[in-house]
């Protein structure tokens, strides 16, 4: 079954109240006369590519409790992060924002580009590795003032293990199920060594980046950066590379983290295949209707990675 999509419920630009959108052509400086929306990724607000009465373009998105009760914080959060961090080729630029307690709308540039076809194709793997790299370089060290480690931050994504050795659902995997104590003391064993003074975007996927005319990428969607390990990105990005196919990741560890202590990215791999597991079986969350379901294929996707890295087989 082929994994799906990366998608979110969103909300069209005529839905967004008058006095938000006029808030938002504020920043703009111009009414905005066409809107385009956007479907990739899971906010279930507005994602909309916009033009003004002068010609001028951006990217917004905008959202209220209405839509998720979680997602405003989610977004200022991002816009902070925006405001903050250095201007690059390869990381959106936050032109402004909206905020008036319940809508929030951030007003970024609009970036002339789309997200990388999946599977993914050999040559838009490397440029996208060649890209963290490049970017992890270029936020080290941290610019962030007061951002939470990785170790903090993950610490309840990794937990997953815990949580399902506490509440085992009744259709638990038996291979898991029989490791559990191993996983737990892996995963958690593994949360301190992977902070760094690096900022991580920790949600490297498709969907979260784009790709210009010139064949550059520029990585969007910050809201869950923490301060980590310069790597984590590149290994994030494999976890994605995994789930759509086409590629021996194994192979693409060795090319692309060959610094990287194997122990290491079997920790990670586990940790973050708990929160997966964990995650896809809890209700549906509000406004993002397809969440669990990608979750779902992600844990399946990580755990056959995890049981070939913990067995050796590579022929699985």
């Known amino acids: 079954m082929p994994a799906p999509p990366a998608v979110g419920q969103r909300t069209a630009w005529v839905d967004v109240p008058g006095d938000v959108r006029r808030g938002i ?33 951006a990217f917004v998105k905008a959202v209220s409790p209405d839509q998720n009760p979680d997602s405003p914080e989610i977004h200022r959060r991002e816009a902070d992060y925006l405001a903050v961090l250095p201007a690059s080729s390869r990381l959106p630029k936050l032109i402004g924002r909206y905020d008036d307690g319940y809508w929030i709308a951030m007003v970024m540039e609009e970036i002339d580009g789309e997200c990388p076809p999946v599977p993914w194709s050999g040559a838009q793997v490397e440029t996208a590795m060649e890209t963290l790299a490049a970017l992890a370089a270029d936020l080290t060290p941290n610019p962030l003032p007061g951002l939470e480690p990785i170790s903090e931050g993950f610490s309840p994504l990794f937990a997953g293990w815990r949580r399902l050795k506490d509440d085992p659902p009744t259709d638990l995997d038996p291979w898991i199920a029989a490791r559990l104590d191993d996983l737990i003391e892996l995963s958690e064993s593994t949360l301190p060594r992977i902070d760094g003074d690096t900022v991580v975007h920790c949600d490297v996927r498709a969907d ?18 923490l301060s980590g390990a310069d790597w984590l990105d590149r290994f994030m990005l ?79």
Do not use: K
């Open 208 to 225: 979260n980046l784009l790709v210009r005319a010139d064949g550059s990428m520029v990585v969007v969607d910050w809201p869950w950066a």
């Open 25 to 57: 052509e504020d920043v703009l400086g111009a009414p905005v006369i066409h809107a385009e929306s956007q479907s990739g990724g899971f906010s279930p607000g507005t994602a909309d590519r916009v033009r003004t009465s002068t010609g001028r373009r």
């Open 238 to 316: 494999l976890i994605n590379i995994d789930l759509y196919g086409g590629h021996d990741v194994e192979d693409l560890v060795a090319r692309h983290l060959t610094h990287v202590d194997p122990d290491l990215i079997t920790g990670t791999l586990a940790g973050l295949c708990a929160f997966f597991v964990d995650s896809a079986r809890q209700p549906p969350a509000p406004g993002l209707p397809t969440l669990r379901e990608f979750q779902r294929a992600q844990g399946d996707s990580t755990l056959a990675w995890l049981r070939r890295r913990l067995t050796g087989d590579r022929g699985v």
